[in-house]
């Protein structure tokens, strides 16, 4: 209820009746259960407002049930004003008219929110001319109209393409198109920039904002992620456990807020950059042979091209890297970058054009799987999804302690069991949760049964893609110490896959930036992450946006890097149709890789010109 | 699409070769011989007719002939009926067989489909209800009860159709067999249906399509079906298969002059050629059907289009 007196405050005393949408008391129950705790909210026209809660707060929930978007299962109650119109307990047949044409919605997940048989111009023109009547021609006029206006480039081609054909930031950018079809009033966004890299969500959030200045239309931005709001929030809403806990003028929330969970919400946003990772074990690390070495690997997939000829993608091309015991290795860069496939064809997981191999000193390249097999134990993985990574069917007892039943037959029943039950224990977990089955747990507790499996076996490398990615803000936090210390308790090397460059500047000492399957740059994550050399590293660390409204419009401006384009033709620098410094030797001669300072390598003919410009904010 | 199509239509050439040769070989392994029942044959008259059909020569020259002459078109002839070319069997028996594959294929899936989209538009609604008990008593009933059952009520007590046999140029006579055949496969196209849209209609580009405003009718024909009709289309290779066997009996309890029992009756008496013309007819309607529904699939799925080998 706070929130009306205080959008009221803000546009004058007829707060309530100039508002595009109004949400009074609203709730939603699932059998009985409140998960949306009477919201109220407004939006004005020209305004956005952004909330931001943690998964299961009950934002993304509270405007599907405005919307009459809710699952048949939820019980909605309360007021959804839309203008004059109640929109709680309308007929589809009435909202259907409001739907699409005068509220927009873009909703999270744009892999799965565009119908995969229908050509995009269908899916973009289908909403015009339903709700507006025009003819095809006009329509389809009006849709590659709509296609440059989200800067999507060769509109013509995208109208005939399938959703599967485009990238994740196209889409998007098909799906903004399609909110924005029939000149709505309000545009709901859901978490829009959350499944897109770094670069593609700078690109995103400065459409948005581009946008609002433009159109001047009401916008509602729900997101985990303080930061994407930054710069774009006129007001701030923070959601927890489906109620609005706190309210206010983006200023007033970002820099007084009220509430120690959105003083949390957003100290997690603002992660210091504090020291960088150091070395476990000193005396650990050093000596002995590295845990994992690859020398001049690569990875060919091959994939059929339209038509009948087959086009061999290189996933990966002259990789050299070694991970020294009890050090810890980050590898980043934006997804199709190889940074996966590296991983898999470290452990051999998946074969390789050429390269050499060695696991622990020894060279696995030729070694045949069953000979692989013991030495598996050493190398441990953890994975994105926590959740889908373990057998739905197994307790967490069983989960964990199968390591053993494998490697330890000869261990008894009570002595396994007494070892989970003190690794449970030391991952943060309650040893009576042995008893439950993956999907009773929290996203958090899922990842802490996965690295407690990982870690039974003292394994000398563990390797984690993206272990941190499918948390929530504090969820991630404590996964990342506990993966610090684990990594500092026993010495073990860590290589972690990640997007995220605060985490990584928390975690490792060294950073490997690739990009296109190719090595960019490696160095010290310190010095990597602050005063970077390779131009494409530099452009990856200023799209991530600043949980500041005072710095981030300026940054919101200024997009470093355009939308990926196709590879690049062979020979020359891979990253030169992107680059801001590329010059005819780029195009010429593949740049060497080089140690430009200590310890710290790139491949950039101008890396002298790029570490000049410091780096922004 | 095209290209698609045409690497599918000649992967079925070696795979009914291999079909052929395969039956070839295993029908002769089989104890017993064209001429081994029947009647008491002198060992004399025995040889000459082995002679006459080329059964006395080694087995690889007889397929070499085999071969030869079917690359001519030539079936050969039957033993068992009055050496009557098995191509002329097979030309009288296959329109009505066929007739009544079609009629049941089509009363089947259009039926199928209409019931499962009607269960789930109104979900607990009576064809909702009612759809998962009937489907299961209409899968366990074999067809040669559901066939003289409908024959019963319809035919003999109700007069509205005749209860068996058929004649030329009368589509009534194939109304009770193409329903007998066509219930079973209803009732699991049915379900599929049911099942598939309910599926796809929780999908996330579902609710997009809604938060466009494009109305009910629109998002469940153009957004939900096509995809939710996969494991449908995935169904009608197998139930090419049913079709076929599902025939045999429903042409015996109706008495059809069709195919089917020349499959029955060629294998008893071992009648090799006639045998062997009936794996090819339905080899290829089997293999035609599978092509068929695998060219549906990359219709309602453009991403099976481009997939690698």
Known sequence: MSSIPASAEAHGASGEATALLALKSLSVRFAGVPVVDAVSLAVHPGECLGVVGESGAGKSLTFLAALGLAPPSARVSGEARFGATELIGRSERTLDALRGRRIGVVFQDPMGALTPHLRIGTQLTEPIRRHTGLSARAARARALELLEQVRLGEPARCLQQYPYELSGGMRQRVLLAIALSCDPQLVILDEPTTALDVTIQAQILALLAHIKRERGIGLVLVTHDFAALAGLADRVAVMRNGRVIETGSAAQVFHAPREPYTRELLAAAREPPGPAAAAAAADASGTGAPVLAVEDLAVHYRRRAPGLRRAAFVALEALNVALAP??????????????????????????????????????????????????????????????????????????????????????????????????????????????????????????????????????????????????????????????????????????????????????????????????????????????????YTRALLEAVPVADPDVQPGRLGAVPLSERGPPAEPGGCVFRSRCPLASVRCAEEHPPWIEARAGHWVACHHWERGADGMLRA | MLGYALRRIAGIVPVLLILLTVSFFVIRLAPGGPFASARALSARTRAELRARYGLDRPLPVQYAAYLRALAHGDLGRSYSLRDEPVAALIGAGLPVSAELGAAALVLGVLSGIALGIGAVLRRGGLIDRALAPLAAVTLALPSFVTGPLLALVFGLWLRWLPVAGWQPDTPRDLVLPAITLALPLAASIARLTRAGLLETLSASYIRTARARGLGRARVLWHHALRPALVPVVSYLGPAATYLVTGSLVVETVFELPGTGRYLVMGAIDRDYTLVMGMVLVYGTLTLLANLGADLLHAWLDPRVRHEPE
Not at chain 1, 435 to 448: D, F, I, T, V
Request: hydrophobic share 45%.
């Open chain 1, 326 to 535: 009890g050090e810890s290795l980050a590898v980043v860069g934006e997804s199709g970058c190889g940074k996966s496939t590296l991983t898999r064809a470290a452990l051999r997981l998946i074969g390789v054009a050429h390269g050499r191999i060695a696991w622990l000193g020894r060279d696995v390249g030729t070694l045949p799987e069953r000979r692989l097999r013991p030495l598996r134990r050493a190398l441990q993985l953890i994975f994105q999804d926590p959740l889908a990574s373990l057998d739905p069917h197994l307790t967490v007892e069983r989960l964990v302690g199968e390591p053993l039943e494998v490697h330890h037959r000869a261990l008894g029943a009570a002595a396994r069991a007494e070892r989970v039950a003190a690794m449970l224990e030391r991952v943060g977990l309650d040893p009576a949760l042995g008893a439950r089955r993956p999907h009773e747990l929290s996203g958090g507790q899922c990842q802490r049964v996965g690295i407690a499996r990982a870690m039974m076996l003292a394994p000398r490398l563990l390797v984690c893609d993206e272990p941190l990615s499918a948390l929530d803000v504090r969820a991630q936090r404590q996964i990342g110490a506990l993966l610090d210390a684990l990594r500092r308790e026993q010495g073990m090397s860590v290589l972690l896959v990640s997007h995220d460059l605060n985490a990584v500047r928390r975690l490792c000492e060294r950073v490997l930036v690739l990009y296109q399957g190719r090595m960019a740059e490696l160095g010290p994550s310190e010095a990597l992450l602050t005063r970077p050399l390779h131009p």
